[in-house]
């Protein structure tokens, strides 16, 4: 006897995902180093690194300590840029068949327009994600103040073409809910609510930060409750607005739990380093835990938190 | 669970055999179906530590030592490890029947030459380990193989006995002179080198000792082939892009390569060795 699962098809943002379990930015290497573990046609979406303009060779070692829970990294944002991406890596992963949601951080205005001209124009890309924390492009974080996220995310709608949804990447923080309206008013068709909190660990031997220099963020289970929280507070201010939580998912409960909140899909990224094949089993815990609770699709769950909340439910 | 072929690696729930003490160092066999028939020598294995309840969210990575594809149990894998960090110490104080997540083998395998030479096989402490599956490998093939172990005492010391069965020749350093020559393997490897006119040096161990190996092999005319073993590689699948040392590619540019995917076994003349750490300034 099999158990009931449900059909795990998602809409997100007008394009159709085969699941709501995604890979996060930075968490999934070229996709290529997931093939073992995973049927990458099966997952929902498949997001790059976070793409700049020009290549970058990254931060100097070691770029991630375990903490509690979770672990602090620092990458400098490594990756090949967007045309050594565009050239090398998207055309395996549209071979394969995997929906490609390409990363993008600018530094300026015009870097922003060039790198959504290169990620819109390139066959195969499902979504365009615009990471306004500055963390990978090395300025300042946009996503803390509604003017500069919205401007950049106006640039970009602009580049890409229209049946390719932009979605902005928003780090929890206390102007959320505003940068969020803002960015949907300048033609964000999606979000990605949860990142990396900004995070500090100091070696108790050497007296000195565990991570030298740069901006060292916390991610995994620590995180969780933070992105379940911001996907909320998000979703009771834009319900319509398509939501992907992310932060620390590691099991289908976790998954559910962002569901709940009222996020649509969610973006599986520590959780690899342990376990590359996370998104097929979160993705079949999901479907059992949707069944269990005579839920018939993962859209009927969503925001479903909202009604407890707000005390409609008895 | 992964699907059966034989290549690439698998991701299984193993379990511990047992643990056994080694001088300073703890021999632990976990049975993991799938991970011996695609083992190379030089490749690595990621575990899961701290059990379910763990609040550690990343696998420790390890030279994989030997593996046995058939046997009562399924096939086992064999780690050496010493307990001076938290997710070894936890490993070694496992007991049979323990979960264990594994994923593995992983990374670049030693390299073995087309023609039957001579080989010195260079390793200090636990970091020989992967050195002893070499060894049979190149055997196989007719190198003369030489053995070069090192350690702080004779109690860092792995494998000697073994060594004698399986190699043409042991050389045995410790740091404090307890046992054998005195001195670091980098100490002594010039003299070896010369000994037994090895033509490639393959060696295990941290990066201030295979650069030593490294520039050794290059006076000598040799090749090497350096497994990286001291590297911090947090996922050992190249996710997390943690583990990134400087190598220089065929074109003579420098890249930031993983340690766990790119290597972790590199040709030594291709790690720019005193800027590992950092990021050159001319790295891509």
């Known amino acids: ?314 | 669970m992964t699907p059966a072929g034989t290549t690439g690696p698998v991701q299984v729930t193993g379990e511990v055999l047992g643990v056994k003490k080694v001088g300073a160092h703890h021999l632990l066999t976990i049975v993991a179906p799938g991970v011996p028939e695609r083992f190379r020598p030089g490749t690595l294995v990621a575990l899961g530590v701290g059990g379910p309840l763990s609040q550690q969210v990343v696998p420790a990575t390890y030279p994989i030592h030997r593996v046995r594809p058939t046997g009562a149990y399924g096939g086992t894998v064999e780690v050496v490890l010493t307990a001076d960090d938290p997710s070894s110490a936890w490993l070694a104080g496992t007991h049979a029947g323990t979960a264990i997540p594994v994923t593995g083998p992983l990374g670049r395998p030693f390299a073995l030459p087309k023609e039957p030479v001579t080989c010195v096989l260079a390793g200090e402490g636990a970091a020989a380990a992967p050195l002893f599956p070499l060894a049979e490998r190149l055997r196989e093939r007719g190198c003369a193989v030489h053995m070069l172990l090192g350690g702080a005492t004779e109690r860092h010391l792995y494998g000697a006995l073994e060594a004698r069965r399986a190699t043409r020749g042991v050389t045995v350093a410790t740091r404090d002179g307890s046992v054998g020559l005195a001195g670091t393997v980098a100490d002594v490897l010039p003299d070896l080198l010369e000994r037994t006119g090895a033509e490639v040096v393959y060696a295990a161990g941290g990066t201030s000792s295979l650069h030593a190996v490294a520039l050794a092999a290059e006076r000598h005319g040799a090749w090497s082939q350096t497994m990286l073993t001291d590297v911090p590689m947090p996922c050992g699948t190249g996710l997390c892009h943690a583990c990134v040392v400087p190598l220089v590619g065929e074109d003579g540019l420098t890249r930031m390569a993983r340690a766990c995917v790119d290597g972790p076994v590199v040709r030594g003349d291709r790690v720019r060795w005193a800027e590992v750490g950092t990021v050159p300034e001319d790295a891509r």
Not at chain 1, 152 to 173: D, I, N
Not at chain 1, 268 to 281: C, E, F, I, N, Y
């Open chain 1, 1 to 314: 006897m099999t158990r009931p699962t449900a059909d795990l098809g998602t809409d997100l943002a007008g394009v159709t995902l085969p699941s709501p379990v995604l890979t996060a930015a930075g968490c999934g290497g070229t996709g290529r180093e997931l093939e073992p573990y995973l049927d990458l046609s099966r997952l929902g979406a498949f997001t790059t690194r976070t793409l700049t303009l020009d290549r970058r060779p990254g931060a100097p070692t070691p770029r991630l300590v375990a903490t509690p829970g979770g672990v602090l990294s620092d990458t400098g944002g490594q990756n090949p840029g967007i045309q050594g991406f565009l050239a090398a890596e998207l055309p395996w992963l549209a071979q394969q068949g995997v929906r490609t949601i390409v990363s993008l951080a600018g530094l300026t205005l015009a870097e922003w327009a060039e790198l959504a001209r290169h990620a819109g124009a390139a066959p195969g890309v499902t979504a365009v994600e615009v990471e306004l924390s500055g963390r990978y492009a090395g300025g300042p974080s946009l996503d803390l103040e509604p003017f500069g996220a919205a401007k950049a995310v106006h640039v970009v709608r602009r580049e890409v073409p229209r049946g390719v949804p932009v979605l902005a990447k928003l780090t929890p923080g206390s102007q959320l809910v505003d940068v969020a309206r803002a960015v949907v008013k300048e033609g964000a068709d999606g979000l990605v609510v949860g990142h990396g909190v900004p995070a500090l660990a100091f070696d108790p031997v050497t007296l000195t930060p565990l991570l030298g220099g740069g901006s060292p963020s916390l991610s995994g289970p620590a995180v969780l409750p933070v992105a379940v929280r911001a996907v909320a507070e998000v979703h009771a201010a834009l319900p319509g607005v398509p939501v992907v939580g992310a932060g620390g998912v590691r099991t289908g409960a976790d998954a559910l739990q962002l569901l709940l909140a009222g996020a649509a899909a969610v973006a599986v990224g520590t959780a690899l380093l342990a376990d590359p094949g996370a998104p097929d089993r979160i993705a079949d815990e999901l479907a059992g835990l949707l069944a269990e609770h005579d839920l018939t699709r993962p859209a009927d769950a969503v925001g479903l938190g909202h009604t407890v909340l707000e005390g409609e439910h008895a």
